[in-house]
C-alpha cells in the first residue's frame, strides 16, 4: 500500500510522539545554532586571552 506525502505528513502531524521528537530536534538545532555564533563571535578576543596567559606561564 502506498503512502502519499501528504498522508505522511497528516499522519506525523497528528502523532503526538512524532512531533515531539521533532520539536526536540528543531530545539537541539536552535541550541547548536546559538552557542557555535557565541564561541564565533568571541574567538578573537578569548584566543588573545588564552594566548597571553599561556605566554605568562611560560615566563615564570
Known amino acids: 500500500m502506498k503512502v502519499s506525502v501528504i498522508e505522511s505528513a497528516k499522519i506525523i502531524y497528528f502523532d503526538e510522539e512524532a512531533l515531539t ?9 536552535l541550541l547548536v545554532a546559538v552557542v557555535s555564533s557565541v564561541f564565533f563571535a568571541l574567538e578573537v578576543g578569548l584566543s588573545s586571552k ?9 615566563k615564570e
Open 50 to 58: 588564552f594566548s597571553n596567559t599561556l605566554n605568562n606561564i611560560g
Open 21 to 29: 521528537v521533532v520539536e526536540y530536534v528543531i530545539g537541539a538545532a
